[in-house]
């Protein structure tokens, strides 16, 4: 099942020795020890880059970068979070925010953690605010609190990438086009006659006329029909039951019911623009029995006007 969030959980561990420089979160901090590694040993980095591969299961940073490799040697971990970050966008998905924590005995880290959040937010294109970095000790216990080494733990929340538009699959056996948009803000989509001859409305006729389109909505989808306002106010043209509804699990072929609302006879002409389309998110509910409903200024008065006296 695939879901539009994903959460991962990264923790890194590295001893601390001398002759090292420290790095954390790609902040070279002052020390008398540092973190040894094959690269340049970014405890924090590090957890966040196992974090996000974790969100997509595709393993840890030891899979990707194997400190085997010669490549990767004192390599700059800013290096390997920017590459975990162009590996989840190739999967459709970016990051949210970072959760991450740090423990070690020293130095202390509050005065180094907004450049930490700068260089970690602008690698992953996030803001400052959705970076929280987090400090503590062991109280003197343990490895840590020997001074021997320090950890890294890091939850990071990715969000699958929505295209700019909604993919829809359509079927098109008519003789015209696929129906467009006709400006970059427009709404709806003027859909066509199917039709091989003019067709003759009289007055107050209707007539069922096809588009020889067929679509498969998304689940959560619906396409709209509604009338043109151009054929509206020039012929007296419209759409009865309008807005139409076509549903996410409709496979016939569209069909649009026109009536003749002048005093003339009209004529629709194979290709011509007859309704337009609009596809919209719908949701559906779970009723919920109650005895009473909430009370409002309102209450029951004025249906179908506005209540006013």
Same mark, same amino acid.
Request: charged share 20%.
């Given at each position: 099942?695939?879901?539009?969030?994903?959460?991962?959980?990264?923790?890194?561990?590295?001893?601390?020795?001398?002759?090292?420089?420290?790095?954390?979160?790609?902040?070279?901090?002052?020390?008398?020890?540092?973190?040894?590694?094959?690269?340049?040993?970014?405890?924090?980095?590090?957890?966040?880059?196992?974090?996000?591969?974790?969100?997509?299961?595709?393993?840890?940073?030891?899979?990707?970068?194997?400190?085997?490799?010669?490549?990767?040697?004192?390599?700059?971990?800013?290096?390997?979070?920017?590459?975990?970050?162009?590996?989840?966008?190739?999967?459709?998905?970016?990051?949210?925010?970072?959760?991450?924590?740090?423990?070690?005995?020293?130095?202390?880290?509050?005065?180094?953690?907004?450049?930490?959040?700068?260089?970690?937010?602008?690698?992953?294109?996030?803001?400052?605010?959705?970076?929280?970095?987090?400090?503590? +000790?062991?109280? @003197?216990?343990?490895?840590?609190? =020997?001074? !021997?080494?320090? &950890?890294?733990?890091?939850?990071?929340?990715? %969000?699958?990438?929505?295209?700019?538009?909604?993919?829809?699959?359509?079927?098109?056996?008519?003789?015209?086009?696929?129906?467009?948009?006709?400006?970059?803000?427009?709404?709806?989509?003027?859909?066509?006659?199917?039709?091989?001859?003019?067709?003759?409305?009289?007055?107050?006729?209707?007539?069922?006329?096809?588009?020889?389109?067929?679509?498969?909505?998304?689940?959560?989808?619906?396409?709209?029909?509604?009338?043109?306002?151009?054929?509206?106010?020039?012929?007296?043209?419209?759409?009865?039951? +309008?807005?139409? @509804?076509?549903?996410?699990?409709? =496979?016939? !072929?569209?069909? &649009?019911?026109?009536?003749?609302?002048?005093? %003339?006879?009209?004529?629709?002409?194979?290709?011509?623009?007859?309704?337009?389309?609009?596809?919209?998110?719908?949701?559906?509910?779970?009723?919920?029995?109650?005895?009473?409903?909430?009370?409002?200024?309102?209450?029951?008065?004025?249906?179908?006007?506005?209540?006013?006296?």
């Amino acid at each position: 099942m695939s879901s539009s969030h994903k959460i991962g959980f990264g923790i890194d561990f590295h001893q601390l020795v001398e002759g090292r420089e420290l790095v954390i979160g790609g902040v070279t901090i002052p020390h008398t020890k540092g973190a040894l590694g094959h690269s340049d040993a970014d405890v924090l980095l590090h957890a966040i880059c196992d974090g996000m591969l974790g969100a997509l299961a595709l393993g840890d940073i030891g899979v990707h970068f194997p400190n085997t490799d010669p490549a990767y040697k004192d390599i700059d971990s800013k290096k390997l979070l920017a590459h975990c970050q162009e590996l989840i966008r190739s999967k459709g998905y970016q990051v949210i925010n970072v959760d991450a924590a740090l423990t070690l005995e020293k130095p202390k880290i509050k005065p180094h953690v907004s450049a930490m959040q700068e260089t970690i937010a602008k690698i992953l294109d996030i803001s400052t605010e959705n970076v929280s970095i987090k400090a503590t +000790t062991t109280e @003197t216990m343990g490895f840590v609190g =020997r001074e !021997e080494g320090l &950890v890294a733990y890091a939850a990071v929340l990715l %969000e699958e990438i929505k295209p700019s538009k909604l993919a829809v699959k359509i079927k098109n056996e008519s003789s015209f086009e696929l129906p467009a948009y006709a400006t970059s803000g427009s709404a709806g989509m003027d859909i066509r006659a199917n039709i091989s001859a003019p067709l003759s409305l009289l007055p107050l006729e209707r007539t069922l006329v096809p588009t020889g389109l067929y679509m498969e909505l998304p689940e959560g989808y619906e396409a709209q029909i509604r009338p043109r306002s151009g054929l509206a106010i020039k012929q007296g043209i419209t759409c009865l039951n +309008t807005p139409g @509804t076509i549903d996410a699990d409709y =496979r016939g !072929e569209i069909k &649009v019911i026109l009536v003749n609302l002048s005093n %003339e006879t009209q004529v629709i002409a194979p290709g011509d623009r007859i309704a337009q389309m609009v596809v919209q998110h719908v949701q559906q509910v779970n009723w919920v029995s109650v005895e009473t409903l909430t009370s409002t200024e309102r209450n029951a008065g004025g249906f179908g006007h506005t209540g006013k006296a």
